[in-house]
């Protein structure tokens, strides 16, 4: 293209620039994002710019990308065209507000005062109405709102402008369906997140992983070892990291666990318990088969009704939920992740050699040994039932 040529088009471009007038809404398409403005071809009226941070999210993050198409308002045509994707407050005429209005470009408005019903809105020089339930989407004390400037939408506009309704809720709750949008794409089964406890209840708590996305860590999943009542391990407010267990799209289910980001207690069983050791115990739980144990923290045993002697006040009185005791280990199944074991009597020698063992263990860090004689005792008489109990499952 040669000089004159060029000129002629650059000539020709700044009187389409001029024909268009301030305050028009007009649509083009990104071709360009530099630091401080991106440039936008709005076809044969020639390329306009538009200020970056009104390309941005509220958190501060690009919301568009080249190639994208915007619609804005020409703010000015000086030295070419400059856009906005919101309404300044000191430039609405009524016609701008109309075009707002049907195009559903924001505007600013600085809220007056509160009024029956919600705000007085002064847009610009024009007074407008907001609704209480429109002025944010949570609830709130009116004064806080007095003062400020706000980016609203305009859902009403009638008699010529005199009857002007604005919603700023509606302008917040599409920039937080945005970010939870964003925040859904991070939200993939074994992603390790960050999130904050929003309520807890006895089936678990709802975990805030960011724009209001919710996750369910359920009861279960919390620890290793049974947690009765997850108050006493969570706090809403508290800021934790879980794990992505599953994502249901269809039913919008996010389930998080706690616990598998550590190490499952039951991959050393194998080398940490052996049929016939003697270890201590802590009930936690009693039902008519038997009693449950707390080897360690994660690491559950059954002692079988079978296993228990024969007493006056009845076998339950040895082992009230809370005790600790000498319990011998009878069987191990590690691919049911199941132990059963037995009480060691009390007083007996076992149970003191169980009790020198572990104090000898404690000064030399020694593993524990089997002490075995129980174990032959009680296995046979605990195996039948196990097996009935698995063909009754």
């Given at each position: ?18 024909r ?10 990104i071709?360009g ?17 538009i ?16 190639g ?20 300044a ?8 507000l ?38 944010d989407?949570?609830?709130?004390e ?17 008699e ?11 302008i ?17 089964p ?53 794990k ?8 919008e ?5 706690l ?43 059954l002692?079988?009704?079978?296993t ?24 191990i ?10 009480l ?9 050699a ?6 000898s ?24 039932r ?8």
């Amino acid at each position: 293209m040669s000089d004159t040529e060029d000129f002629a088009a650059m000539f020709e471009a700044s009187l389409q620039a001029k024909r268009i007038e301030q305050g028009q809404t007009i649509e083009g398409t990104i071709v360009g994002i530099g630091p401080e403005v991106a440039f936008v071809d709005v076809g044969g009226k020639g390329e306009a710019t538009i200020d970056i941070d009104e390309l941005e999210n509220a958190d501060g993050q690009l919301d568009v990308a080249v190639g994208d198409r915007i619609q804005a308002v020409v703010v000015s045509t000086r030295g070419g065209l400059t856009l906005s994707r919101r309404l300044a407050q000191s430039a609405a005429t009524r016609q701008q507000l109309e075009n707002a209005f049907h195009s559903g470009l924001p505007v600013e408005g600085r809220v007056e005062k509160s009024v029956k019903g919600g705000y007085e809105v002064r847009v610009g020089g024009h007074r407008a109405f907001c609704p209480f339930s429109q002025i944010d989407t949570t609830r709130t004390e009116p004064s806080a709102h007095e003062g400020k400037v706000y980016t609203f939408r305009i859902t009403e506009y009638s008699e010529g402008g005199r009857n002007l309704v604005v919603s700023r809720r509606a302008i917040l709750e599409e920039e937080q369906h945005a970010a939870a949008e964003a925040v859904r794409r991070s939200i993939v089964p074994g992603a390790v997140l960050t999130g904050r406890v929003a309520t807890v209840r006895e089936f678990g708590a709802f975990i805030d992983l960011g724009a209001g996305v919710q996750g369910l860590l359920h009861v279960s999943e919390i620890g290793w070892s049974r947690v009765s009542d997850p108050s006493q391990v969570l706090q809403p407010g508290e800021e934790i990291t879980v794990k992505v267990l599953a994502v249901d799209e269809a039913a919008e289910r996010i389930s998080l666990g706690l616990k598998q980001l550590t190490a499952d207690p039951w991959s050393r069983v194998e080398t940490t318990y052996q049929v016939g050791q003697v270890v201590t115990g802590r009930v936690t739980r009693v039902a008519e088969f038997g009693a449950f144990v707390e080897l360690e923290p994660g690491i559950e045993a059954l002692a079988h009704v079978s296993t228990f002697e024969p007493t006056s006040q009845g076998w339950k009185a040895s082992v009230a939920p809370g005790t600790s005791a000498a319990f011998e280990i009878l069987t191990i199944d590690l691919e049911k992740k199941r132990i059963g074991v037995a009480l060691v009597p009390e007083g007996s020698t076992r149970a003191g050699a169980h009790a020198d063992g572990e104090f000898s263990r404690r000064e030399t860090g020694e593993p524990a040994e089997g002490l075995g004689s129980l174990a032959d005792r009680f296995r046979d008489a605990l195996q039948p039932r196990a097996r009935r109990g698995d063909g009754e499952g």
